[in-house]
Antibody
């Protein structure tokens, strides 16, 4: 069974850094794009970016380019989403997603990030 | 950027009735469209890809169609577990974009 297991909820202050994770299992991690989707409370879905673990090629949506960093560790089949300086507007649920033929076929359960002073 | 517009925003339907949801793209996305279902407190799950191909485990009461700029998701006879928010997403162009969602609620 394909699974994406995400790290737990985080509460941070503005300006702090954060790295959340997503461990994949049940498929060849290196051969499928993996990415992150943001959902602001009560709002819709935004694909932030995706990365191909095989060669670490990355694609960011323009709204998120320069705002976050997506990375992977192939050795442990884990993807990461990182902020260097959080803002209150980063408060959201972040879903790890596996991409198949460009659509999102598997979703993690989500990591809630709360940024508040 | 392709803008995806879903209508209606909210659909009130009685159990057993038919629900029809629409998704319109600002420019053609060919058949590169997916539908997702999100229940409260849960992650979205894939319903359809390639406009009309049902994902694994999706009941036959769900159907989808369309190409170019106009797409439709139909639930033939709503069950209690179908009340949720439905999102369309185009994957023809980068950035991939979602519609704002249609909430299907109990009438």
């Amino acid at each position: 069974e394909v699974q994406l297991v995400q790290s737990g909820a985080e509460v941070k202050k503005p300006g702090e850094s954060l790295k959340i994770s997503c461990q994949a299992s049940g498929y060849n991690f290196a051969n499928s794009w993996i990415g992150w989707v943001r959902q602001v409370p009560g709002k819709g879905l935004d694909l932030m970016g995706v990365i191909y673990p095989g060669d670490s090629e990355m694609k960011y949506s323009p709204s998120f380019q320069g705002q976050v960093t997506i990375s992977v560790d192939k050795a442990i089949s884990t993807a990461y989403l990182q902020w260097s300086s959080l803002k209150a507007s980063d408060t959201a649920i972040y879903y790890c997603v596996k991409q198949r033929d460009y659509y999102l076929d598997v979703w993690g359960k989500g990591t809630t990030v709360t940024v508040s002073s | 950027e392709r803008v995806m517009t879903q209508s209606p925003a909210t659909l009130s339907v009685s159990p057993g009735e038919r629900a029809t949801l629409s998704c319109r793209a600002s420019q053609s996305v060919a058949a590169n469209l997916a539908w997702y279902q999100q229940k409260p407190g849960q992650a979205p799950r894939l319903l359809f890809y390639a406009s009309s191909t049902r994902a694994t485990g999706i009941p036959a009461r769900f159907s989808a169609s369309g190409s170019g700029t106009e797409f439709t998701l139909t639930i033939s006879s709503l069950q209690s577990e179908d009340f949720a928010v439905y999102y369309c997403q185009q994957y023809n162009n980068w950035p991939r974009t979602f519609g704002q969602g249609t909430k299907v609620e109990i009438k």
